[in-house]
């Protein structure tokens, strides 16, 4: 069974850019998660989707954070501008519908903001 | 919310010891407590989860106990060996966990080194 998919795996940008990561879930996942994290820390969670809809999003910076889940597959999430403090490892996870629900991780896209 | 606090932050044993790491979390609703472990420049992969209707469960050498009570659980990992070095995480959902509304609070990580 093939993993969560992410892309791309490495991004550097100026601060002020804007920038946008993919993720693809694993197949008949129904919910997907985006979580950043920082350097030395454990994930926190950005946004819940499930199927389309969104779920949890109380931690999306919203003046410059936007996700969004296409046809319930496939997800981007898009930083606009950048900031210093983005520099981080945003990682997509997703997991089966009830009642299993475990959360599998992708391989995350490092984001480096000078 | 859920606040989860993971110790020790290190944690550094010789290969064939066993490692400890422990989680304390504040919700009492909680009842899913998954671990993960992530490797340099991968991401956290499941190694083991327990619910609250059980105190213990094990997979080989992994193991994970709760005490609801003290709203504390812990991992063990025996016979540790080099390829068990990397960063272990704890998590807790915030609430009870299932039917979509799946929020985790990770802890912040333990660096585990096995040295020959």
């Known amino acids: 069974e093939a993993g969560v998919a992410q892309s791309p795996r490495y991004k550097i940008i100026e601060k002020r850019q804007s920038v946008a990561f993919w993720c693809n879930p694993i197949s008949g996942h129904a919910t997907l998660y985006w979580y950043q994290q920082i350097l030395g820390q454990g994930p926190k969670l950005l946004i819940q989707?499930?199927?389309?809809?969104?779920?949890?999003d109380s931690q999306l910076p919203k003046d410059r954070f936007s996700a969004e889940r296409l046809k319930g597959v496939d997800s981007t999430l898009k930083i606009q501008p950048a900031k210093l403090e983005d520099s981080a490892v945003y990682l997509c996870a997703s997991s089966p519908p009830p009642p299993a629900e475990r959360q599998f991780f992708g391989p995350g896209t490092r984001l480096t903001v000078l | 919310g859920e606040n989860v606090e993971q110790h020790p932050s290190t944690l550094s044993v010789q290969e064939g010891d066993s490692a400890v790491i422990k989680c304390t979390y504040s919700?009492?609703?909680?009842?899913?407590f998954p671990w993960y472990k992530q490797e340099l420049g991968k991401g956290p992969q499941l190694i083991i989860d327990i619910r609250s209707n059980v105190g213990e469960k094990k997979d080989q050498r992994i193991a994970v106990t709760l005490n609801k009570t003290a709203k504390h659980f812990s991992l063990h990992i025996t016979e540790t060996q080099p390829e068990d070095s990397a960063v272990y995480f704890c998590?807790?959902?915030?609430?009870?966990f299932g039917g979509g509304g799946n929020k985790l609070t990770f802890g912040t990580g333990t660096q585990l080194k096995v040295e020959l």
């Open positions: 998590a807790a959902p915030e609430g009870a």
């Open positions: 919700d009492s609703a909680s009842n899913y």
């Open positions: 989707f499930q199927n389309n809809g969104v779920v949890d």
